[in-house]
């Protein structure tokens, strides 16, 4: 067994010192995306969504480690309707980021370590938003709009770790990215199906994204094989700041807010 195992993870052994997998399972929203032209509005019903991360390090001199990690998340199904101000609307996200980063982790004491680290973040992607509403004179309002984003900035923060009894423990991680960003936006009005007006904007800004997690991790230290494995469950929370930046006209009643997600995040780590 052990000699089968050695044979596997060779190829592996040979770029890195841990690859990890990610499964989650989270929750999308973007503020101020509301329907309606009188007092009343409606907001939409996000939904819970599945995504997965992966992740690849490796140990230089000192006890440095570089990592990499690739998150791919994807929040469909947000539609939401109001028979009262009959209107209907659908938002809808594409995420990606890629973090890479350097960290050193510390014995405070016997049973807590330090873990800072600084790295990059890139991030692609895309918000998609539509709207429907009926007017009084039977007149039917339409407007589709489409945000792409493409960004790279600095990303640094602090891992901690509390040893408990049977090989469990209690994390947490907390991190501040700083995102350089490029925004091109599409907005596209119809009435009666009819285009009345097609808006475009580029744009460039710096906005800040701030990461927290909070679980407990089991280690396991599997027969016949030098390497150790960690199973990790958490809370997770990413908070993008003024990053809904739509096109918005005079008698629009949304506006730029923050994008969220929040969820679930099983973890699985291999180390050699």
């Known amino acids: 067994m052990k000699s089968f195992l050695s044979f596997l993870l060779v190829p ?3 770029f890195a010192n841990f690859v990890s997998g990610d499964f989650l399972y989270w929750r999308a929203a973007q503020e101020e995306l509301i329907i309606g032209y009188t007092d009343t509005v409606v907001q939409p019903d996000f939904s819970w969504n599945p995504g997965f991360r992966t992740g690849i390090g490796y140990e230089f001199y000192d006890g440095i480690e570089g990592a990499l990690f690739y998150t791919q998340y994807e929040s469909l199904g947000n539609s939401f309707d109001s028979e009262e101000l009959a209107a209907r609307g659908e938002w809808a996200l594409k995420f990606r980021t890629l973090d890479a980063e350097l960290s050193k982790t510390y014995c405070f004491s016997p049973a807590v370590r330090l873990r800072p680290f ?3 973040r890139g991030t692609l ?15 039917l309002l ?14 640094g923060g602090l891992g901690t770790t509390w040893m408990l ?3 469990v423990s209690l994390f947490s991680n907390v991190a501040v990215a700083a995102i350089w960003s490029e925004l091109d936006n599409a907005r596209t009005d119809l009435e009666d199906a009819e285009q009345i007006s097609v808006i475009t904007r580029s744009t460039t800004t710096v906005d800040a994204a701030v990461d927290l997690q909070l679980g407990l991790q089991w280690q396991i230290d599997p027969d016949g094989w030098c390497g150790q494995a960690l199973l990790q469950v958490c809370w997770e929370e ?7 930046q739509m096109i918005l006209l005079a008698d629009d009643l949304s506006r730029n807010g923050d994008l969220s997600l929040h969820g679930l995040t099983a973890r699985l780590l291999a180390k050699f």
């Open 142 to 155: 339409q407007q589709l709009q489409t945000m792409k984003c493409r960004g790279v900035g600095i990303r």
């Open 118 to 120: 600084i790295g990059l």
């Open 165 to 167: 009894p049977c090989s």
């Open 238 to 244: 990413q908070v993008w700041i003024n990053w809904g």
């Open 125 to 139: 992607q895309e918000q998609d938003f539509s709207l429907e509403t009926l007017r009084e004179d039977d007149i």
């Open 12 to 14: 592996v052994c040979a």
